[in-house]
């Protein structure tokens, strides 16, 4: 059973407490950057069908990427701000609804920031992934100095290894997240399981 104080807070506790609320424009602002995301898939997904016909295979495979990546990030925004409301903000309060996400019931700074790592790790592995189908293209000259309907790439020797050097150093943040994670929570939690 919680406890539920009603001793009002003194007024500079009460201000700094209250401060939470200036970052209901910053989670407002992620929602509109997921309508956003919404118009970009489907644009994409309209550059699909209606080339169709005339892509190539690699060239669908990479709209198609494309589309699971905006999706990937779409997930992103909806954990970040529904996440973020519920841990910094205030509670959502949606215990009962047939629609709450799973995750939302053991949500903390925590857990957070390492599904955001997890997250984050799956949006490059599939820039990774995109890099690496237009890989075979490497020593064509870039698109950008070549006139239209001559053959080109979008990356470069030097690119795709920063790339990969920058995928590898996500996934051993996201290591470095949950050991710290598991350090610092770890030996809490085996502690209330011995008594």
Not at 41 to 65: D, N, P, S
Not at 107 to 125: D, R, Y
Request: proline share 4%; charged share 15%; hydrophobic share 50%.
């Amino acid at each position: 059973m919680v406890v539920v104080s009603t001793k009002p807070l003194n007024p500079l506790p009460s201000l700094i407490f209250s401060s939470r609320w200036l970052q209901l424009p910053l989670y407002l602002g992620l929602i509109v950057a997921q309508g956003v995301y919404v118009i970009l898939f489907v644009k994409e997904l309209w550059h699909l069908i209606h080339g169709a016909f005339e892509l190539r295979e690699q060239e669908v495979m990479l709209i198609v990427l494309g589309l699971i990546d905006v999706v990937m990030i779409s997930n992103l925004l909806v954990m970040v701000i529904v996440g973020g409301y519920e841990t910094f903000v205030s509670r959502l309060r949606l215990e009962g609804h047939p629609d709450q996400p799973e995750w939302l019931n053991h949500v903390n700074a925590s857990v957070l920031k390492v599904k955001l790592a997890m997250a984050i790790i799956g949006i490059s592995s599939i820039h990774l992934l995109k890099t690496f189908i237009e890989a075979g293209a490497l020593g064509l000259p870039l698109c950008g100095s070549v006139e239209a309907g001559v053959s080109c790439t979008n990356s470069t020797t030097t690119g795709v290894m920063w790339q990969t050097i920058i995928h590898c150093v996500f996934i051993l943040s996201a290591i470095g997240i949950a050991w710290t994670d598991r350090l610092m929570y770890g030996g809490v939690r085996d502690e209330h399981e011995a008594h």
